[in-house]
T-cell receptor
C-alpha cells in the first residue's frame, strides 16, 4: 500500500559534520510534509515542514528538500551536534485529511564527539 | 499548561483489564489527536477531536478502543479487555486548529507507555 518510508535506518556522523536523512513517499496526493525529532522517552518534536508547492525550506541549521518528481524528501542538518542524536521521522499529510499524519519508520542519528 | 501533559507515564496491566489514559492539551488548543507508537515504528493515527466531538476515529483498531473529550479540553483514551498486542506508547498531541499553517503544528506529549502482561 501507499506509505512513507526511510532509506537508512541508522546514521552515524562526527560532531561538526553535516547530516542528511532521506525519506521516500509513494502517495502523489500528499501535499504537506513534516520532519519530527524524537529523543528517548519523549514525544516527537517538530523540526520543519514544507508544502508540496515548494522545493526547499530552511530553518535554523536545518534544510528540507522536496523532490516531487521522484517522491523524495530529505532533511539536512548543518554542523551536527551531540544534542541532535535522536530518531528522525518524516511524516506526510494529504489534502482534506491534513490533520492525519502518516509517519515513516524513522532514522536513528548518532553523533559521535 | 506549557506543554501537552499525559498521565500515567507508565502503565502495566494484565490481559483483559480496562485502562484509561489521560491527555491534558496545551491551553486554548481546539484540536486534539491520539497516536499509537509501537516499538521501532513511527506513530500511527488513532483519533482526532475538534472541540468536544470526535471528527475522525478511523484509526481506532477496534471497538475495544474509545476516546472522549467532554469539555473540549482534557481527553481520555479508554481501552477495554486489553490484549498483549495493545502494548505500545500512546501519544497525545494538540494544535491551535486543524488548519495547517506555519504556526499550527502538532505538539506531542511524552506519551503513556502501556504494557499488557
Amino acid at each position: 500500500g501507499e506509505s512513507v518510508g526511510l532509506h537508512l535506518p541508522t546514521l552515524s556522523v562526527q560532531e561538526g559534520d553535516n547530516s542528511i536523512i532521506n525519506c521516500a513517499y509513494s502517495n502523489s496526493a500528499s501535499d504537506y510534509f513534516i520532519w519530527y525529532k524524537q529523543e528517548s522517552g519523549k514525544g516527537p518534536q517538530f523540526i520543519i515542514d514544507i508544502r508540496s508547492n515548494m522545493d526547499k525550506r530552511q530553518g535554523q541549521r536545518v534544510t528540507v528538500l522536496l523532490n516531487k518528481t521522484v517522491k523524495h524528501l530529505s532533511l539536512q542538518i548543518a554542523a551536527t551536534q551531540p544534542g541532535d542524536s535522536a530518531v528522525y521521522f518524516c511524516a506526510e499529510a494529504r489534502g482534506g485529511s491534513n490533520y492525519k499524519l502518516t509517519f515513516g519508520k524513522g532514522t536513528l542519528l548518532t553523533v559521535n564527539p | 499548561g506549557a506543554g501537552v501533559s499525559q498521565t500515567p507515564s507508565n502503565k502495566v496491566t494484565e490481559k483483559g483489564k480496562y485502562v484509561e489514559l489521560r491527555c491534558d492539551p496545551i491551553s486554548g488548543h481546539t484540536a486534539l489527536y491520539w497516536y499509537r507508537q509501537s516499538l521501532g515504528q513511527g506513530p500511527e493515527f488513532l483519533i482526532y477531536f475538534q472541540g468536544t466531538g470526535a471528527a475522525d476515529d478511523s484509526g481506532l483498531p477496534n471497538d475495544r478502543f474509545f476516546a472522549v473529550r467532554p469539555e473540549g479540553s482534557v481527553s481520555t483514551l479508554k481501552i477495554q479487555r486489553t490484549e498483549r498486542g495493545d502494548s505500545a506508547v500512546y501519544l497525545c498531541a494538540s494544535s491551535p486548529d486543524r488548519v495547517w499553517s506555519g504556526a499550527n503544528v502538532l505538539t506531542f506529549g511524552a506519551g503513556s507507555r502501556l504494557t499488557v502482561l
